[in-house]
């Protein structure tokens, strides 16, 4: 007789009631006479909502994405609605990427919101996130649903939550709904659609989605400079072949190479390990390709398009990879060039960042007369920015994992306008006989050389997410006091909320959301932030550090000490 805990073992009770079909019920008592292992991975918890939404494994059970936990989330948003806007008609609209099930699933929930009075406008076919939620604004609903893991692996698939504003849910609404889904039992969840209520939407919202990306995303880019930047773009099998290739064709960009192989969508991901463009082997067979082509500049995209790697040509003419910070000051400084030399600085403009983000945006936004506000991880907190700012101008705004956003059309990591865009600076590059990547190192040399490392482990499962939360309890109960021979100054708790500035003793507040987030500072200028993510089974160290650039003849040596400067850090934390 296998043993199940009392607790568990009322979870499990609740999911052999006939509520639930048959096939479930099957799937559960399979689980509970051969796998008990995999029956307490599926039961032990409710799957929760973090940086991105909620994702997991799809499956049967409370942790696991499927159709009644989908189906409980939609229900309990449905009535929070009807209690929000009680005299509204009221539209949702709901996208869905590559993945296994997730158009099924996408059917699943509008049936859920029809089956309660809500008008749904559901997506024909696969399209990228950052579409829902321009459509989201476009038709004037309520709130946006997409069904998407991002880059997780195959075996995952989530449930991301937009609102009026088309950014991601943040608080107070988060903590409502998610209290209101928690208050509801799976025999209220309606399933049984309205089909009247369900209109499904296209080439109309694409053709006003593509346009705006172009208008967003163009800055006066000549034909002759368009035409002369050798592009190879690749959607690693996701969403973005519905969107990018027309954006690029329409922004008048001509000659442009797709990697063939990767271009069908297809939720196995089949040519990668991982369809991660942070990966360097996600990115491969692109390369692989502009070698073969000569092309300017790499972009590819991940599952649901809402984040971009892009590769460029360095001082030997050699092929590398930019990571996220690298990207995003070099877009990031591209448009508050523009704003500046059409006179439209003055003093009421922002660019938006994360606190695990390079340090370098604020010294260069500080250098144009810009603000640079700094967030949590996640772009639903720069999208909060501009709803918080609304008399502001927002410029744009990124995060170091691959992320950007241009303007404000669009309130979500946007990788089709940001394709765009990485285009028209490497165009203008071009044209002017230099590359992208000289122009990083120009930024370097005026603004200082930042170097930062992401350096992540993996925990899966119950004792995984126990071995996370215990690095995290030990990091707070034995505070590092100094790293790589640098004295820690300061010690920033985003879970406690304080800053603790260590020559003095002194704590003061910190005015953000809590978030499990600790951040040293030590007196070289280094920056080491210790992060559980939100999206996977992950622990993530982000590494900053930093020097003068005298000239570019230093760059290569420079370089090498600030990588050597970081490998002594992870060395010195036990990090490698």
Not at 405 to 410: E, R, S
Not at 438 to 455: A, T
């Amino acid at each position: 007789m296998i043993h199940i805990e009392p607790q568990l073992l009322e979870r499990v009770n609740t999911w052999l009631t006939p509520t639930f079909d048959q096939e479930t019920q099957n799937f559960i008592k399979d689980l509970i006479a051969n796998n008990p292992t995999e029956l307490k991975e599926s039961f032990y918890k409710d799957l929760e909502f973090g940086t991105g939404g909620m994702r997991g494994v799809m499956g049967i059970g409370t942790n696991r994405i499927n159709k009644f936990t989908l189906g409980k989330n939609t229900q309990g948003l449905s009535n929070y609605l009807k209690v929000q806007f009680p005299s509204e008609t009221l539209k949702v609209a709901i996208a869905y990427d590559c993945r296994h099930n997730s158009k099924s699933l996408a059917k699943v929930v509008a049936d859920v919101f029809s089956a309660n009075g809500i008008h749904v406008y559901l997506f024909e076919d696969l399209r990228p996130t950052p579409e829902l939620s321009f459509a989201l604004k476009h038709l004037g609903c309520h709130c946006g649903i997409v069904l998407t893991a991002s880059h997780n692996p195959p075996e995952y698939n989530g449930y991301k939550v937009y609102w009026q504003d088309g950014g991601q849910l943040v608080p107070p609404q988060d903590a409502e709904i998610i209290a209101e889904i928690n208050r509801l039992d799976y025999a209220e969840i309606k399933f049984e659609a309205n089909d009247q209520n369900i209109e499904y939407i296209g080439k109309a919202v694409d053709d006003v989605f593509i346009d705006n990306a172009v208008k967003n995303g163009s800055f006066n880019t000549t034909k002759e400079a368009k035409e002369h930047l050798n592009i190879v773009f690749t959607s690693l099998h996701g969403t973005s072949i519905t969107a990018i290739p027309d954006t690029l064709e329409r922004a008048g960009y001509t000659n442009v190479h797709i990697v063939e192989e990767q271009r069908e969508p297809n939720g196995d991901f089949p040519t990668v390990k991982s369809p991660n463009p942070e990966e360097p082997e996600a990115l491969k067979m692109a390369i692989e390709l502009a070698e073969k082509v000569d092309g300017d500049i790499v972009v590819g995209t991940d599952p649901d398009c809402d984040r971009l790697g892009v590769v460029v040509r360095n001082l030997d003419n050699e092929l590398v990879i930019l990571n996220g910070n690298q990207t995003m000051i070099l877009m990031t400084n591209f448009l508050l060039k523009q704003w500046r030399d059409s006179g439209r600085i003055n003093g009421n403009q922002f660019v938006g960042s994360t606190i695990v983000s390079t340090p370098m945006m604020s010294v260069l936004t500080n250098a144009y007369g810009v603000e640079c506000k700094i967030g949590l991880t996640g772009f639903k907190w720069i999208a909060k920015m501009i709803k918080d700012f609304p008399d502001v101008d927002f410029i744009g705004g990124g995060e170091e994992s691959f992320g950007f956003m241009v303007g404000d059309f669009v309130r979500d990591k946007d990788a089709v306008t940001s394709t765009l865009l990485a285009c028209e600076i490497a165009a203008q590059a071009k044209a002017k006989g230099i590359s992208m990547y000289k122009e990083l190192i120009d930024l370097y040399i005026e603004h200082g050389f930042y170097k930062e490392r992401l350096v992540s482990f993996t925990k899966k499962g119950i004792e995984g997410a126990q071995e996370i939360k215990q690095m995290m309890i030990d990091a707070r109960q034995n505070p590092l006091k100094e790293v790589n021979g640098s004295k820690v100054v300061r010690i920033e708790d985003y879970q406690l909320s304080t800053i603790k500035h260590i020559s003095t003793g002194e704590e003061t507040a910190l005015d953000v959301p809590k978030s499990n987030v600790l951040i040293y500072y030590t007196e070289d200028g280094s920056k080491i932030a210790l992060r559980p993510s939100g999206t996977e089974p992950k622990i993530k160290f982000y590494i900053s550090v930093n020097t003068s650039l005298d000239n570019m003849a230093a760059f290569k040596p420079t370089e090498q000490k600030l990588e050597a400067r970081i490998d002594a850090i992870l060395k010195d934390m036990k990090l490698s």
